[in-house]
């Protein structure tokens, strides 16, 4: 099963949408209404207008690349509509952010730009945006980043064909492909007039890009029903692992800037451009120290406090040095059963794979010494080197990045299909302009 690092990215969708810019202070109106009800919830004119605000901020030097006021409005709507279903569901489902979780993103925020949380409160006010706005924006942003990752661990595995098929495939080729592209969304059990009808919309821009009446980042902008529309398609750089069969068999023949399609793929019609193409094959080796090593535990325990854990663990270390043998010492008394059956003996580790604080120990000691007692969040530990290695780790590196790469494959497409699901599933009515309908299951 594929484990999802968790981490918070305050450029994403979410903060491009709500964090709020000097723009705001002349965009928010004064007089507050629904501009949408999602489910239980509702969106507000102030939250669109900051979200519209901030996106017209992005493309401040491109602003030929934003469609009109309203399309954009209706495209900014959609991508709030699906952040409230998300939160929505991360709640139902347990998932909680807590309030010392919260304070330090919002004082990881503040160190990323160089300023002090209570600068950070101030430069807010400024641009019209309240603290408790911020505080809200970014337990959103984590919650929706929790949901992903849980999402991730249930259902995504990479298994060791699939890595073995990637590797051979990249010692041929050792391409990575920079990609753009325009999504027109077709819902779960489309129609025939429904398919019709994306294909004509896709059919339609694929003209306007070949007549070079809009360039490509500017056709995803105004009318691709992807997630990432408003940065303009951009799928980043991906190797071919990452990449649908279908689609990476048909770059092979393309040349940057090309444009193929449409596509008819699982959400919908896709107009695909290779942005750029650049040479991997050359991994790069890396050599590692690696420790083995030994240690002794005194775990801190509801029965076994702090003083008592390194009492113990100051008594053992003064019988090692005394000339008792560590390996029976670690034995009889460690409280990690995992490694006391065979005398404390870790294997061998990388420095901090154990965290820094046993790193630091390990790296400081030469072959056979015992370190003094120190602490973790384990409790109590002394510990003996008994050797190190340089270790190539080169193909090692490679099977997990290329695990991690089809694992990120696997989820960005079935992620996309569950939104697809949650929003056809949602009841959404617009309040806006043009806009103003009944969306449910739209």
Do not use: C
Request: glycine residues 8%; hydrophobic residues 40%.
């Amino acid at each position: 099963m594929m484990t999802m690092t968790p981490r918070l990215i305050l450029a994403g969708m979410l903060a491009a949408l709500m964090v709020a810019t000097p723009v705001l202070a002349q965009t928010t109106t004064s007089l507050d209404r629904i501009v949408a009800v999602v489910d239980e919830d509702v969106i507000l004119q102030s939250e669109l207008d900051r979200a519209v605000a901030n996106v017209t901020a992005q493309y401040a030097n491109n602003p030929e690349r934003l469609p009109p006021r309203n399309v954009l409005e209706r495209q900014v709507l959609e991508r709030l509509v699906l952040v409230k279903l998300q939160v929505a569901r991360a709640t139902g489902t347990g998932i909680r952010v807590s309030d010392d979780e919260l304070n330090n993103a919002v004082a990881a925020v503040a160190q990323q730009n160089g300023i002090s949380v209570e600068a950070l409160r101030r430069q807010l006010a400024a641009d019209g945006l309240t603290f408790a706005d911020f505080r809200s924006s970014i337990r959103d942003e984590i919650t929706v980043q929790r949901l992903r990752q849980s999402f991730g661990q249930s259902r995504i595995q990479v298994s060791e064909a699939e890595v073995e098929a990637a590797l051979a495939s990249q010692a041929n080729t050792g391409a990575q492909y920079r990609l753009s592209h325009v999504l027109v969304a077709l819902p779960e059990g489309a129609t025939a007039e429904q398919i019709a009808t994306g294909q004509k919309k896709a059919d339609g821009v694929k003209a306007l890009i070949d007549k070079g009446e809009i360039d490509f980042a500017a056709a995803a902008v105004r009318y691709s029903d992807s997630p990432n529309a408003l940065e303009g398609g951009d799928l980043g750089w991906r190797s071919q692992d990452e990449i649908p069969v279908a689609f990476a068999q048909m770059l092979q023949g393309m040349s940057p800037g090309q444009v193929v399609g449409p596509l008819r793929g699982p959400s919908g019609f896709q107009l695909l451009k290779l942005v750029e193409v650049r040479d991997s094959s050359q991994a790069a080796a890396r050599t590692v120290t690696q420790y083995n090593a030994r240690h002794i535990l005194m775990r801190i325990t509801p029965v076994q406090d702090g003083p008592a854990a390194k009492a113990k663990i100051d008594t053992l270390r003064a019988r090692i040095t005394g000339g008792a043998d560590f390996v029976q010492v670690a034995t009889t008394s460690s409280d990690d059963l995992s490694s006391r059956a065979d005398g404390g003996d870790l294997g061998w580790f990388e420095a901090d794979q154990f965290g820094p604080e046993f790193g630091k120990q390990v790296s400081g000691l030469q072959d056979g010494q015992v370190s003094a007692p120190f602490r973790t969040e384990a409790g109590w530990h002394i510990l003996q080197r008994i050797s190190s290695r340089q270790t190539d780790v080169t193909n090692a590196n490679q099977r997990a990045q290329i695990r991690e790469t089809i694992g990120r494959r696997k989820l960005e497409d079935e992620y996309n299909r569950f939104l697809q699901e949650l929003r056809g599933e949602a009841f959404v009515d617009f309040r806006i302009g043009g806009a103003a309908a009944n969306a449910s299951g739209s």
